[in-house]
Nanobody, 115 residues
């Protein structure tokens, strides 16, 4: 059973917004550092954002000011709010949960930014 399940992807117009969710199961969620990555067609997977168990966040430069990562430990869920979306944000977005000894990936959710 995959412990991470992403949702919320879809088709959005340039300038629009989407909120992705990643629900964890079978994990002690609040022990994990949670990250979002993305992989655009024909490109390598790239890191998007990170949130620690205490809520500290950081972002890749191209996402700063547009994307917001958050987590709800009571719901075992991490979110990625994406605003001012650009066509180059089109990608499969993956959730990652990591500790020093464990590393889990979700199956990904497709975001397409197009008019």
């Amino acid at each position: 059973q995959v412990p991470l399940v992403e949702s919320g992807g879809g088709l959005v117009q340039p300038g629009g917004s989407l909120r992705l969710s990643c629900a964890a199961s079978g994990l002690t969620f609040n022990m994990y550092v949670m990250r979002w990555y993305r992989q655009a067609p024909g490109k390598e997977r790239e890191w998007v954002a990170v949130i620690t168990s205490s809520g500290r966040t950081n972002y890749a430069d191209s996402m700063k000011g547009r994307f917001t990562i958050s987590r709800d430990n009571a719901k075992n869920t991490v979110y990625l709010q994406m605003n001012s979306l650009l066509p180059e944000d089109t990608a499969v977005y993956y959730c990652n949960a990591r500790t020093a000894v464990q590393n889990f990936w979700g199956q990904g959710t497709l975001v397409t930014v197009s008019s």
